[in-house]
């Protein structure tokens, strides 16, 4: 009889095996709350709106169908590796057991907040389709509600006072918390997306619009073995795109409408986005497998068993 395979995930690790699992060896099940595979790197332009989140997405189901393969859209929530079984929980919330003979972990990180209050409350995600369409709606909310500022000085023949300056200031700040691959990419696309489309569509605004990148010393720890590529990263973003650095930082907190500096310092902001590194998931993070040391990741040899 083929062994059962059941795969954990549908993003690009899960979607890899499946292309190359021979059905006539396999019975395989995935299981994942989504039900398509994500081309991340794209996530940052879907998050401006430059490309539409559907084009950035690829059904998984045409695949299942060609490998016999089940898709349960559900959270894997726990695994007993004794009986050999992984506890699910639909989308709809109903609980149910897969058994399996062979388990494929491929579950990926989640953004790591580090426990820094006010982060998961106020701040704004890249990883699925749904953080880049709340972003860009985001965007779009405060890029109307300083226009409207804007305009009601303007209609009376009236120059914005100190006070309303300093609202659509705030308003149209944004916030890059990271300092790795994703922030920088991010970060340009967002001037790119203001350069192009905000000066089309909101010309008034744009001498208020500001983009920051807050390194977070603990990224520096992360990436310190790129540190070059790194520094002509940043160099390129502060010189070329005028995204304003601020290098080192160490974050105290985040209220909803300021990012608190340990140096003391606090910079208001209108939209902020966390891109500060991530950790693994909770079903990794409880299972009783061998995990590197400080570390919640998983332990494998080199064929990734
Ligand atoms: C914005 C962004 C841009 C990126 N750009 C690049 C790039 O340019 N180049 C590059 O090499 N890498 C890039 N990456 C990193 C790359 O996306 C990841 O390394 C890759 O997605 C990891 O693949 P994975 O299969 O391990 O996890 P993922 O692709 O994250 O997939 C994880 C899957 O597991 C599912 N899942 C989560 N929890 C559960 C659960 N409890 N039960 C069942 N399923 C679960 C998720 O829904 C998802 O389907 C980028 C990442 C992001 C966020």
Redesign the pocket.
């Known amino acids: 009889a083929p062994v059962r395979l059941t795969i954990?995930?549908?993003?690009?690790?899960?979607f890899r095996l499946l292309k190359d699992i021979c059905p006539k060896t396999y019975s395989v099940t995935v299981?994942?709350?989504?039900n398509h595979v994500?081309f991340?790197?794209m996530?940052?332009s879907a998050s401006v709106g430059t490309v539409s989140t559907r084009s950035i997405t690829e059904s998984l189901r045409p695949l299942c169908i060609e490998k016999g393969a089940r898709l349960c859209e559900a959270?894997?929530?726990h695994l007993d590796l004794k009986k050999k079984t992984v506890q699910c929980r639909s989308l709809h919330g109903e609980r149910y057991t897969v058994p399996y003979d062979r388990l494929v972990l491929?579950?990926?990180?989640k953004a790591n907040d580090f426990g820094i209050p006010g982060v998961q409350r106020n701040a704004f995600f890249?990883?699925e389709t749904a953080d880049a369409r709340r972003l860009r709606e985001a965007l779009l909310t405060r890029f109307e509600e300083a226009a409207c500022i804007v305009a009601r000085s303007s209609t009376c023949g009236l120059r914005p006072s100190d006070e309303q300056v300093a609202q659509v200031e705030q308003l149209l700040r944004v916030i890059v918390v990271g300092g790795g691959p994703?922030s920088a990419?991010f970060s340009e696309h967002l001037v790119d997306f203001i350069g192009r489309d905000v000066r089309r569509t909101y010309p008034d605004l744009i001498p208020y619009m500001s983009v920051h990148l807050v390194e977070w010393a603990s990224c520096t720890q992360i990436h310190r073995k790129d540190q070059a590529l790194r520094e002509y990263m940043l160099q390129r973003l502060s010189q070329r795109s005028g995204v304003q650095l601020h290098r080192g930082e160490h974050i105290e907190g985040v209220t909803q409408s300021e990012l608190r500096l340990e140096s003391g310092r606090s910079i208001p902001y209108g939209t902020l986005v966390w891109n500060a590194g991530m950790k693994p998931?909770?079903?990794v993070q409880s299972a009783d497998l061998p995990k590197a040391r400080n570390d919640s990741k998983v332990r494998t040899d080199e064929c990734l068993r």
């Open positions: 954990l995930g549908s993003g690009w690790g899960a299981v994942s709350p989504r994500l991340t790197p996530l940052p959270h894997a929530e491929a579950v990926g990180k890249i990883k994703i990419g998931v909770p079903i």
